[in-house]
């Protein structure tokens, strides 16, 4: 079953973990997405069920990844190190 958001038109998934699961995988695998925005509603009571019920089966299904490269955002986003001023703004 697929609702509207209040705010906006985009469609929103509405189920167990596998019919969130299933809406994500097929637009992803049509080609139509290449990430998601994932944001609480307006109770802020859904974020837990998201990563605790749907994140695990995206994981099943080879979607999302279950490890890390690295221990920080800037090592998995492959940003290099900078300290200091950038020399280019000098």
Do not use: C
Not at 36 to 53: C, E, N, P, R
């Amino acid at each position: 079953m697929l609702a509207h958001g209040v705010i906006d038109y985009h469609p929103t998934p509405v189920g167990p973990a596998e019919v969130v699961a299933d809406h994500l995988q097929e637009w992803f695998e049509a080609g139509a997405v290449d990430g998601f925005w994932v944001s609480i509603d307006v109770y802020q009571d859904g974020i837990d069920a998201f990563v605790d019920q749907v994140v695990p089966e995206l994981q099943r299904r080879g979607l999302y990844k279950t490890e890390h490269a690295g221990a920080t955002l800037r090592e998995n986003l492959g940003v290099p190190h900078q300290y200091g001023l950038d020399p280019r703004l000098g």
